[in-house]
C-alpha cells in the first residue's frame, strides 16, 4: 500500500488501502476455524502484491503462512475506494469472511485494527542517470542546484501526498508535474509513476514512496535510476510506519499477529532488504 499525508497511502502505500471505507460490523472469525492464512490483496499493486504473488506483502504473508503451517490464500479487490469494506468486511449472511488480514496497513490508520508496526520507510527522490542529475547524493544537494536548472525541471508526484507540501515549502510548485493517486483504471500501479514517466523522460524527477522507489529502481533497467530518500522536515512529514490490519474486535487474532511479527523479525527484514525499500529509524535516518 502507498501512503497520504497525513497517513502513507499505498500508492501507493504507501499502498492504497488508506482510503477504505467503514462497512458494516460483523462477529469476528474464530481461531479454531483457521484453516488458511487469508490475506486481503490489491490484484495489481506492486511493489506490494499482485496475482501473480510477486510483491512485497505476498512475500510476507508467505513467512507467515509457513511459521503457522497453513495455506496462504487471496481474496482480491483493487485498492481504490471501499477496499477495506469490500474485503476484510466483506460478508454475505450465511457465509464467512473472504479474508481475515491487510499485510500493510500505516500506523494510525482507524479503517482496521492496526498490530505493531513491522517497519517504517519514507519517500524518496528519484532520477534517471545520465540525464544531469547525477551529482544530486541528497535533498540538500538537489536544492542546491543553479535556480535555472531546477527551474527547468518537471517533478513528478502523486496528488495528496508530503510532495505537494514539499514543492509549496520550497518554492517549486510551478516544477510539479501532477498525477492521480487513485485512478479508476484498475491496471494502473503506482510503480508507473517511475517505470514509464520517469524512464521515458516525461519527467525528470520524481517524489515517490519509498518502497515503490526501491522496487522499480530495480526493475528498470534501462536509464538506471537513483533514489535519494527524503528526509521529514517541519511542516512536511515523510516517513511513515507500516503494520498490519485485522478486523476490530478480533483481539487475540491480533495477538498472534503481533506475535508472528516478532518471531519472524529475520524473514520479514529479508524480505524488505531484497525489495529494496529504503528503511529509517523513528528520528527518520536511513538503517544500515
Avoid at 115 to 122: H, M
Amino acid at each position: 500500500m502507498a501512503p497520504t499525508s497525513p497517513l502513507v497511502g499505498r500508492a501507493l502505500q504507501i499502498g492504497l488501502v488508506l482510503l477504505g471505507l467503514l462497512g458494516a460490523s460483523a462477529a469476528p472469525a474464530q481461531e479454531s476455524e483457521r484453516k488458511a492464512l487469508r490475506v486481503c490483496q490489491d490484484p495489481n499493486n506492486l511493489p506490494f502484491s499482485n496475482l501473480a504473488g510477486e510483491g512485497i506483502e505476498n512475500r510476507l504473508a508467505e513467512v507467515f503462512g509457513r511459521a503457522m503451517g497453513l495455506p496462504v490464500t487471496y481474496y482480491s479487490f483493487p485498492a481504490r475506494l471501499a477496499f477495506i469494506r469490500n474485503t476484510l468486511r466483506y460478508k454475505l449472511p450465511g457465509e464467512d469472511f473472504r479474508c481475515d488480514i491487510v499485510m500493510g496497513v500505516p500506523v494510525g490508520f482507524d479503517q482496521v485494527a492496526v498490530t505493531k508496526p513491522y517497519y517504517r520507510s519514507t519517500y524518496a527522490l528519484v532520477y534517471a542517470k545520465g540525464r544531469g542529475l547525477d551529482g544530486v547524493k541528497s535533498v540538500a544537494d538537489f536544492l542546491a542546484l543553479p535556480p535555472e536548472q531546477i527551474r527547468k525541471l518537471r517533478i513528478g508526484l502523486f496528488d495528496r501526498t508530503p510532495a505537494s507540501a514539499w514543492l509549496a515549502k520550497h518554492g517549486l510548485v510551478d516544477q510539479g508535474v501532477p498525477y492521480l493517486m487513485m485512478s479508476p483504471d484498475p491496471a494502473q500501479y503506482p510503480g508507473q509513476l517511475l517505470e514509464t514517466e520517469l524512464a521515458a523522460g516525461k519527467i525528470d524527477v520524481a517524489i515517490i514512496w519509498g518502497p515503490i522507489a526501491g522496487f522499480f529502481a530495480t526493475r528498470v533497467k534501462e536509464p538506471q535510476l537513483q533514489v535519494v530518500p527524503m528526509k521529514s522536515e517541519p511542516g512536511v512529514k515523510f516517513d511513515y510506519a507500516m503494520a498490519m490490519g485485522v478486523r476490530h474486535g478480533e483481539g487475540d487474532w491480533k495477538q498472534q499477529v503481533e506475535q508472528l511479527i516478532d518471531g519472524q523479525r529475520e524473514g520479514i527484514q529479508a524480505v524488505l532488504r531484497e525489495f529494496r525499500v529504503p528503511l529509517v529509524d523513528e528520528g527518520g535516518n536511513p538503517l544500515p
